[in-house]
T-cell receptor, first 112, second 112 residues
Framework: QKEVEQNSGPLSVPEGAIASLNCTYS??????FFWYRQYSGKSPELIMS????GDKEDGRFTAQLNKASQYVSLLIRDSQPSDSATYLC????????????FGKGTRLSVIA | NAGVTQTPKFRILKIGQSMTLQCTQD?????MYWYRQDPGMGLKLIYY???????DKGEVPNGYNVSRSTTEDFPLRLELAAPSQTSVYFC???????????FGQGTRLTVV
């Protein structure tokens, strides 16, 4: 079983700051990468997907992928208390031939 | 647009009882999954299906069975409930293995 690693947190940031969430993976041939947000007691919802090296921006969210170093990160600009949740990194390993593997998630707390 | 629908939302089972968790999706996705999530942990894959009539084991299949008779439905069966199966169960679907997965609202199961 390949590994997807995340710092469990909690990561605490003040309102308006940038939150930086990191994820490393072990399978060099991974091709698809996803960030999900999960509020307490709710199901995961997709925030971002990224497939190529570099940055991908969507509103206040930026996903960054570095395949050579095998990490993917999520930046949340102008963090809001409503961003407080657990963020799950998911990786599609084995050249896309197996289902997504999820990290354990990082719990983010945005302090007003 | 319903997406992925799971029933029931909550269930308490006694040790040794059996039950079926229902999952249906209306997005015409070929790929469907069952994950379980324990407190503070990520999502662990139980079973998945790549189309009607085809299922495969995930990381933690013991104690569970699945079937896929139609594209829309992917029920998960617990035959002899054990306390170790106390968890939150999520059903998900996707267009392909390497695309984003969409989740149902989850079933919180307690075995006592």
């Amino acid at each position: 079983q390949k590994e997807v690693e995340q710092n469990s947190g909690p990561l605490s940031v003040p309102e308006g700051a940038i939150a930086s969430l990191n994820c490393t993976y072990s399978d060099r041939v991974s091709q698809s990468f996803f960030w999900y947000r999960q509020y307490s007691g709710k199901s995961p919802e997709l925030i971002m997907s990224i497939y190529s090296n570099g940055d991908k921006e969507d509103g206040r969210f930026t996903a960054q992928l570095n395949k050579a170093s095998q990490y993917v990160s999520l930046l949340i600009r102008d963090s809001q208390p409503s961003d407080s949740a657990t963020y799950l990194c998911a990786v599609n390993e084995d050249s896309g031939n197996t289902p997504l593997v999820f990290g354990k998630g990082t719990r983010l707390s945005v302090i007003a | 647009n319903a997406g992925v629908t799971q029933t029931p939302k909550f269930r308490i089972l006694k040790i040794g009882q059996s039950m079926t968790l229902q999952c249906t999706q209306d997005m015409n996705h070929n790929y469907m999954y069952w994950y379980r999530q324990d407190p503070g942990m990520g999502l662990k894959l139980i079973y998945y299906s790549v189309g009607a009539g085809i299922t495969d084991k995930g990381e933690v299949p013991n104690g569970y069975n699945v079937s896929r008779s139609t594209t829309e439905d992917f029920p998960l069966r617990l035959e002899l409930a054990a306390p170790s199966q106390t968890s939150v169960y999520f059903c998900a679907s996707s267009r392909r293995l390497n695309t984003e997965a969409f989740f149902g609202q989850g079933t919180r199961l307690t075995v006592v």
